[in-house]
């Protein structure tokens, strides 16, 4: 499985993540920190990587409604910053959490219209 961070998260996730052989992009990297939810949802799709975010709120709803239209996403890993907060003393945990999804799950398809919470 490959990966996307949403903007909302540290770069030093991503460095640490291809540090130990993961294919993990940041969407800042990309310069898709401004760009629609939708819109990077779909990108993600086109990459075959499932997006980490926390805006479960948006990504849900646009799951759901690519459901009833019968369209794939390459799946959605949720965080809460009660359970997993985004700052810098978490960043290991969310290495170690991250890693260990990743080796659960190596194929690229692993995650298509899966909905995660880390």
């Known amino acids: 499985m490959k ?3 949403d903007h909302h998260y540290s770069t030093h996730i991503v460095i640490a993540l291809r540090e130990r052989g993961h294919d993990v992009i940041a969407a800042i990297e990309k310069g898709w920190e401004a760009e ?3 819109w990077l949802l779909e990108a993600c799709t086109r990459e075959a990587r499932a997006l980490v975010t926390n805006n479960v709120g948006d990504f849900v709803v646009i799951a759901r409604l690519w459901a009833a239209q019968g369209r794939s996403h390459a799946g959605l890993i ?3 910053d009660a359970t997993m907060p985004r700052a810098r003393h978490a960043i290991g ?8 999804l990743l080796d659960a799950n190596p194929a690229d ?3 298509i219209d899966r909905v995660h919470w880390l």
Do not use: M, P
């Open 78 to 80: 949720f965080t809460s």
């Open 109 to 111: 398809t692993a995650f």
């Open 93 to 100: 945990r969310y290495v170690d959490s991250l890693e260990a």
């Open 3 to 5: 990966l996307a961070l």
């Open 36 to 38: 629609e939810d939708e």
